[in-house]
């Protein structure tokens, strides 16, 4: 049986959210232990669709750990995340995440989104 990497809570400051990452130097948890997010221009893009539209729901289609939906979440907490991440244990990280900030309005989904159905399942 494959064994689970450690992972650990990790914020910048009191202003971003908690992400839980594996002990790893991926592309995103290295963006997040320096600049405390993934793709900030992507977040504020949405900040400002969000501000001028009123809707009820957001899809987060691969997830990961959170980056786009969890500064959002944390702001429009009327609205409603659903977060789509298809690596099982990615999607355990996203939940504790999810718990950790106390982001009541985020919905974890382990699941794979696309166009057509898959014979397997991931």
Do not use: W
């Not at 409603?80 to 995440?97: D, K, P, T």
């Amino acid at each position: 049986m494959r064994k689970i990497p450690m992972s650990r809570a990790c914020r910048r400051n009191e202003l971003y959210p908690y992400y839980i990452l594996f002990d790893s130097e991926d592309l995103i948890s290295k963006e997040i232990r320096e600049r405390g997010g993934f793709e900030s221009e992507l977040v504020n893009c949405a900040v400002k669709i969000l501000d001028a539209y009123c809707g009820s729901t957001v899809l987060d289609i691969g997830a990961n750990v959170g980056t786009f939906s969890f500064p959002l979440a944390k702001k429009f907490q009327d609205v409603n995340f659903h977060c789509f991440e298809a690596q099982r244990i990615v999607s355990y990280q996203l939940a504790a995440g999810v718990v950790f900030n106390g982001l009541a309005n985020v919905i974890v989904h382990n699941a794979a989104i696309g166009d057509r159905g898959c014979r397997s399942r991931i």
